[in-house]
């Protein structure tokens, strides 16, 4: 993926956990960064938009922030209902197109 | 309130064809960009295509181009994607979504299963 992501986070119910989003100057680096939800068995939703907006009805627990050529998802307070893939995704400009990371397994212990 | 619904999606043997659809309501489907795009377990999301509001612009993922084609209809609020020359590695659940900004998809179908065998 020209998104990088790790495979894989856990926590502990209650527990904060960041998962990391890295790119390029030609993606993350000039363009804002989204982020996806996916629950086992559902469509994915949107988390994320532009680098740290929530959309209506995402909690507060869920915020996201971008430096550089990197972005971080974290969620505060972390509940078995958070378990699921988690995906950034953004525009690139040398592909002309747009581009995910590999998603992160988020699972709570 | 918008609402994307596919279908279309069936087990298919490799080197068949599938038409998938996906039926807008409840926004301004032709004023709005949409996309096409897959989850593969293992593989995560995977961009296939995007097709502006009025279908003058038309963008493929490099690897799909000359197997599959999207298209639209505006009058009747449908996105179609047709998939050619079918492999076992375009197995996927199949999504349609509403693109907004810079490639936000803020509304997601429900999906639809393509199961591609040998």
């Known amino acids: 993926s020209v998104l990088t992501q790790p495979p894989s986070a856990s926590g502990t119910p209650g527990q904060r956990v960041t998962i990391s989003c890295s790119g390029s100057?030609?993606?993350?680096?000039?363009?804002?960064v989204n982020w996806y939800q996916k629950l086992p068995g559902t469509a994915p939703r949107l988390l994320i938009y532009?680098?740290?907006r929530r959309p209506s009805g995402v909690p507060d627990r869920f915020s996201a922030y971008k430096s550089g050529a990197s972005a971080s998802l974290a969620i505060r307070g972390l509940q078995s209902e958070d378990e699921a893939e988690y995906y950034c995704g953004g525009w690139d400009n040398t592909l002309y197109g747009p581009v995910f990371g590999g998603g992160t397994r988020v699972t709570v212990l | 309130q918008v609402h994307l619904v596919e279908a279309g999606g069936r087990a298919v043997k490799a080197g068949g064809s599938l038409r998938l659809s996906c039926a807008a309501s409840?926004?301004?489907?032709?004023?709005?960009?949409m996309a096409w795009i897959r989850h593969v377990p293992g593989r995560g999301l995977e961009y296939i295509a995007s097709i502006s509001n009025s279908g003058s612009n038309i963008q493929y993922e490099d690897s799909l181009k000359g197997r599959f084609t999207v298209s639209r209809d505006n009058i009747n609020n449908l996105l179609v994607l047709q998939m050619n020359s079918l492999r076992t590695e375009d197995t996927a659940v199949y999504y349609c979504?509403?693109?907004?900004?810079?490639?936000?998809?803020?509304?997601w179908g429900q999906g639809t299963l393509v199961t591609v065998s040998s």
């Open positions: 409840g926004f301004s489907f032709g004023d709005s960009y």
């Open positions: 100057s030609s993606n993350i680096g000039s363009f804002t």
């Open positions: 979504a509403r693109v907004l900004g810079t490639f936000e998809l803020d509304s």
């Open positions: 532009r680098d740290d």
